[in-house]
C-alpha cells in the first residue's frame, strides 16, 4: 500500500513538474515575441513575463520537480530490483536529459532576470523548439514505463517512432511560424 501511494504522489508531481517546464519554456517564448513590440508595451509585457517565470520556477516546477526526485528516489529504496532491470535504467538515461534540460531552464531564469527588459540573445524560432524538448522526454520515459522489457525488445520501432514525432512535430512549430524570427 505504501508503495502505491508514494507512486501515486511521484506521478502527480510529474505531471506538476512538466506543466511548469511546458510553461516555463512558453514563457520565454512570449518574452522573445516582444522584440516587434513598441517601447512602452515591450517593456510592461516584459517585466510581466519576468515576474511570471520567477514565480512557475520558484512556486511550482522547482517544488514538484524535488518531491518527484525524492519520491522518485523513494521508490527505487522501496524496490531496488528495479535498479536491475533494462527498462529502469533506460528510463534512468531519459531522465539524465531531462535534468540537463532542467539545468538549461534555469540559466535561461537566471539569464532572462538580469536582462532588466532587454533582449533575450537567442533566436524565436529555436526557443519554440526548445519548448518541445520536454514533450519529447516525456514522451520516451511514458513509453518506457508502460512497454517496460517491450522497450528494449521493441527498441528500434520505439526510436523510429520517435524521431518520426520529432520531425512532424519540429516542422509542425517551423510551419507556424514561418513568419516569425
Given at each position: 500500500?505504501?508503495?502505491?501511494?508514494?507512486k501515486a504522489v511521484h506521478i502527480i508531481f510529474m505531471v506538476s513538474y512538466f506543466a511548469g517546464i511546458?510553461?516555463?519554456v512558453r514563457i520565454f517564448v512570449y518574452y522573445k515575441d516582444t522584440d516587434v513590440f513598441e517601447e512602452n508595451k515591450k517593456k510592461i509585457l516584459r517585466e510581466q513575463y519576468v515576474f511570471m517565470a520567477r514565480r512557475l520556477w520558484n512556486?511550482?516546477?522547482?517544488?514538484?520537480?524535488i518531491i518527484m526526485l525524492l519520491s522518485g528516489l523513494t521508490l527505487i529504496f522501496l524496490n531496488f530490483g528495479l535498479m536491475r532491470t533494462p527498462w529502469f535504467l533506460l528510463k534512468?538515461?531519459?531522465?539524465?536529459?531531462?535534468?540537463?534540460?532542467?539545468?538549461?531552464?534555469w540559466k535561461k531564469v537566471l539569464q532572462i532576470k538580469?536582462?532588466?527588459g532587454n533582449v533575450l540573445p537567442i533566436e524565436n524560432i529555436k526557443l519554440r523548439?526548445?519548448?518541445?524538448?520536454?514533450?519529447?522526454?516525456l514522451f520516451l520515459v511514458v513509453f518506457t514505463v508502460i512497454l517496460k522489457s517491450m522497450?528494449?525488445?521493441?527498441?528500434?520501432?520505439?526510436?523510429?517512432?520517435?524521431?518520426?514525432l520529432v520531425i512532424l512535430i519540429m516542422m509542425t512549430v517551423k510551419l507556424v511560424n514561418k513568419n516569425k524570427k
Open positions: 500500500m505504501l508503495y502505491s501511494i508514494i511546458f510553461y516555463l512556486i511550482i516546477t522547482v517544488p514538484a520537480g534512468l538515461t531519459f531522465l539524465i536529459g531531462l535534468g540537463i534540460y532542467h539545468f538549461w531552464c538580469k536582462l532588466d523548439q526548445a519548448n518541445e524538448i520536454a514533450t519529447f522526454i522497450a528494449i525488445e521493441y527498441w528500434w520501432q520505439l526510436i523510429a517512432g520517435f524521431f518520426v
